[in-house]
């Protein structure tokens, strides 16, 4: 197997970066932390590298809003950086504040920058919600969802309730297979409607925990898969007669090594 390695971008107020490298490298892959300034003054940084990784935390503190300050400075110094990632056969993962920098740079929706079809915004009681949510996968076209079918998993963010422009948007991006991790029941029942809190824990829409873009090489999720990539990352895990040998997250740094097989 092709041993793949991931550029983990590093900013300001970053504080997940080492527990997903370490994720990545339990599932077969090379890492590099790299900061952000680091890359901007040597782009050529990232050019060896087949997955690109936004990791967790609160990059420049969240000032303004959520991941837009890093966004901002990606756009305007690295866009060809990221734009290598984003045509080219390589893959693209954002975890919670990555997937809140994803957002903002419209990295989900080729051709809409203008219109984005869906944001990220505060959570319906306005409040920072830290806790375990379970998830389904709903027919994604995910690389990284490939195999999965319900996860586990923890989650930690105040702005992460996900909003559709429109009717008309929510229909193209179920078409195209776009809006596949929900959260759901712990019997794994979902659907369209919100389920209430705390199974939504945000309110998001149509229950919405993590998108892709049209290819399924791009994907971002608002809970933490680094978290859970052994078994007693789990909340309840002395209390289970069984232990499995992984934690539920693991399969997904798994499935982004396997896609270089």
């Known amino acids: 197997m092709a041993t793949p390695r991931v550029l983990i971008l ?21 890492t590099v932390s790299v900061h952000v300034n680091r890359l901007i003054a040597e782009p050529s ?19 303004v809003a959520a991941g837009r300050i890093l966004a901002q400075r990606l756009q305007v110094h690295l866009q060809d950086l990221i734009a290598e990632f984003r045509d080219q056969e390589r893959l693209v993962l954002g975890i919670c504040n990555g997937f809140q920098v994803m957002m903002r740079l419209g990295i989900f929706f ?14 319906n009681q306005a409040r920072f919600e830290d806790r375990w949510v379970n998830l389904k996968n709903v027919d994604s076209n995910s690389v990284f969802l490939r195999g999965i079918d319900t996860l586990f998993l923890p989650m930690a963010h105040a702005e992460g309730r996900f909003v559709l422009r429109d ?6 991006l179920l078409e195209q297979q776009q809006l596949g991790l929900r959260y759901c029941t712990a019997d794994g029942q ?24 049209p290819s399924g090489r791009i994907f971002g999720l608002m809970p933490h898969p680094e978290r859970h990539i052994v078994a007693s990352h789990h909340p ?6 069984v232990q499995p040998e992984k934690g539920e997250g693991l399969k997904m740094f798994e499935n982004a090594v396997e896609y270089f097989a």
């Open 10 to 30: 590093r900013a300001p107020g970053t504080n997940c970066d080492v527990e997903t490298a370490h994720a990545f490298e339990v599932a077969g892959a090379k």
């Open 45 to 63: 940084l990232g050019q060896d590298c087949q997955i690109l990784c936004f990791p967790g935390g609160f990059s420049y503190g969240d000032d």
């Open 110 to 123: 080729p051709g809409a920058e203008l219109a984005a079809p869906a944001t990220l915004a505060l959570n």
């Open 167 to 172: 009717r008309e948007a929510a229909n193209r």
């Open 190 to 213: 979902t659907g369209t409607e919100p389920l209430p809190f705390p199974e939504n824990p945000n309110g998001a829409e149509m229950n919405v925990a993590g998108i892709s873009d």
């Open 236 to 241: 309840f895990w002395t209390r289970r007669k």
